[in-house]
């Protein structure tokens, strides 16, 4: 039992993150809501192994808190010792079923076949699985940390304008579009060293040929989308392994047994009555016994691990769904430039209706000039902060941003153009 409640505090202190975020699990509103990151990646970062942790824990808590994770049916004869020797015994060695009009089978290669080999493992499984689920945001965050970008301040910073009063958000916009200008800058200055090298390799040889320049932060993220899916559908398989069932699709086979009403007396899925052969020596001679077990742990796995299923296959339709638009968006410039082209003309409108006193050359665009304002003073990381903004942010911030990037590009062109006007004038 002491070897038992150290395995579970090992379980609990394996990501002290999780158990922080179950602490202080609630729906938050998004101006309390920072992230960098979209919300389809939380439920794979943050939301999924939560909930894994959770049922990992009730299992460990059913397990070695709550009663005897084995009870056996024990001959009269056994005194109080023999009864706990032969149902740790038991525990530790797997026990196997057999159908309840089933014949107990002679041959101990078959008994052994017929082991259940995993109950014993079901927390620790369960922990992996959220680690393996969290995995891929660690990586995300060590990898645009190196891009010289601190996209959850940016995040922040967009987050914090989003239900402040006009002239206060005036300011602040104006603040985080010369942030966002700082950051761009910041980016492309730090493209030397060793993780220069293994950004160029990535994109080389992961990511179609592209150039990395200005192209750094998307290319990761669609690395890290793919390494979502990777994992989740990767979940599915281990999930097979690990309770070595025959359906290729668990929990449509488990719900369309108990539909059929085909339950673990039949199906051998989960089964809560067991056998267990053990041998009881007493002076020298060896005495082969079988006791009949209860699992009643396997009440629980069943349930734990039908719903498991399906949430991975919610998981798995989200995240594929959502890696598509990205890659859409990544790699279909003009899907990109349309998007953001129509979030200016929309904010420009908006201006120009609210106020009169804009300059009106800051409304005055061509073709152009929008390519050269989105593909050079941008770029591609710079059009991929701005999607992140908006899916934290909201399109309203965006909108704003985007304005002011336009005001802050045109002003030094119409200074020139004026100056030049002047200078021509003026001869």
Known sequence: QNLALFCFLITLSMDTGFFKAVSGFKFTSRKHRVSDDDAVDRINSYYAPVLIVIMSSIVMTKMYLLGDPVQCWIPPEFKPAWEQYAETYCWLKNTYFVPPNGSI????????????????????????????????AVIWKLMNWQSGVQIKTLVGMAVNCVDDSQEKREDKIKKLAWYFRTAIEKKIR????????????????????????????????????LLYIANVVGQFFLLNGF?????????????????????????????????????????????????????????????????????????????????????????????????????LE??????????????????????????QFF????????????????????EPVLKELLQRLWADYRAPLMNRAAAKGASSAYE
């Open 190 to 225: 730090k493209q030397s060293g060793f993780f220069y090298n293994l950004k160029k390799v990535l994109i080389r040889y992961l990511l179609i040929g592209r150039a990395a320049y200005g192209r750094y932060l998307i290319n990761v993220y669609i690395v890290i989308k």
């Open 243 to 343: 309770l070595g069932t025959d359906y290729d699709f668990y929990g449509l086979g488990v719900l369309r047994d108990l539909w059929n009403n085909h339950d673990w007396r039949h199906s051998g899925h989960f089964p809560r009555v067991t056998l267990c052969d053990f041998n009881v020596r007493v002076i020298g001679n060896s005495h082969p016994r079988t006791l009949q077990c209860v699992l009643v742990v396997n009440l629980l796995n069943e349930k734990i691990f039908v719903f498991l299923w399906f949430m991975l296959l919610f998981v798995a339709v989200v995240t594929i769904l959502d890696a598509l638009f990205w890659l859409a968006w990544a790699f279909l410039p003009n899907r990109r430039f349309a998007t953001l082209r129509r979030l």
């Open 105 to 136: 089978p002679g041959d101990e290669t078959v008994r052994q076949g017929e082991e259940l080999k995993y109950y014993q493992w079901v927390p620790f499984v369960l922990a992996i699985q959220a680690l393996m689920f969290h995995l891929p």
């Open 375 to 394: 593909n050079d003073y941008i770029d591609s990381d710079g059009a991929f902060l701005l999607r992140m903004i908006g899916k934290n942010a909201g």
């Open 346 to 371: 929309s904010a420009q409108s908006a201006r120009r209706r609210a106020a009169d006193a804009e300059p009106s050359h800051l409304y005055e665009h061509s073709a152009v000039d929008l390519e």
